[in-house]
């Protein structure tokens, strides 16, 4: 079956730094990914679309020079959380998928906590 | 975001009860529909999708979707302990991205 890689699966950093999070489709290629947030105790909050070689889609109130999107390839797209404070902290989730209609498979999550 | 919602629970049901779940949404025009299980600090797993209206079952798992209502549910039979956990409804855009319910939370008492 399609397996999605997320790396870290724990970070913490110091505020005001960047953190960066991995997300690879290990057995297929994944022309789309998506990023999603979850604060504790509320649901996955889709937070932008990245699209293999071009700019990612960010959902409304996302601020994208604050969360940066880089798919540079089929397997491997990545979300910097640039100048990261306490607010930031969340669980960020990645997916990914074949195609349109394809069903999507998510990777493991990344813990970030700003401290 | 289109607008997916859910009893956020807890719901507590006695083990081997029937489980029942809700979500509604607030796009006519979605398609798609899926139900995931969340372990706390852990990664949404897919328990069922469905697109037609009516019951699809699968084991123990029974999803029901009324498209005129915008309504989903979830039957889970015998409820086991494993169970346990947190139930996220989810429609798909047509991006196929998620927009997620803010998920109900199950306990099964042994």
């Known amino acids: 079956g399609a397996v999605v890689s997320q790396h870290p699966s724990r970070v913490i950093c110091k505020s005001g730094t960047s953190v960066k999070i991995e997300c690879r489709s290990l057995?297929?290629?994944?022309?789309?990914m998506f990023w999603y947030r979850q604060f504790p105790k509320q649901s996955l909050m889709l937070m932008a679309t990245?699209?293999?070689?071009?700019?990612?889609?960010?959902e409304q109130g996302v601020e994208k020079d604050k969360f940066l999107i880089n798919h540079a390839s089929l397997t491997l797209s990545t979300l910097t959380v640039t100048s990261a404070h306490p607010e930031d902290s969340s669980f960020y989730i990645c997916?990914?998928?074949?195609?349109?209609?394809?069903?999507?498979?998510f990777g493991s999550g990344t813990r970030l906590t700003v401290v | 975001q289109k607008e997916v919602e859910q009893n956020s629970g807890p719901l507590s049901v006695p083990e081997g009860a029937i489980a029942s779940l809700n979500c509604t949404y607030s796009?006519?025009?979605?398609?798609?529909f899926f139900w995931y299980r969340q372990y706390s600090g852990k990664s949404p797993e897919l328990i069922m999708f469905?697109?037609?209206?009516g019951d699809k079952e699968d084991g123990r798992f029974t999803a029901q979707l009324n498209k005129a209502s915008q309504y989903v549910s979830l039957l889970i039979r015998d409820s086991q302990p494993s169970d346990s956990a947190t139930y996220l409804c989810?429609?798909?855009?047509?991006?196929?991205?998620?927009?997620f319910g803010t998920g109900t939370s199950l306990t099964v008492i042994p």
């Open positions: 989810a429609v798909r855009g047509t991006g196929n991205q998620f927009y």
């Open positions: 990245s699209n293999e070689g071009s700019k990612a889609t960010y």
């Open positions: 057995d297929f290629q994944a022309t789309t």
């Open positions: 469905i697109y037609s209206n």
């Open positions: 997916s990914a998928s074949i195609g349109p209609g394809a069903l999507s498979t």
């Open positions: 796009d006519r025009g979605s398609q798609s």
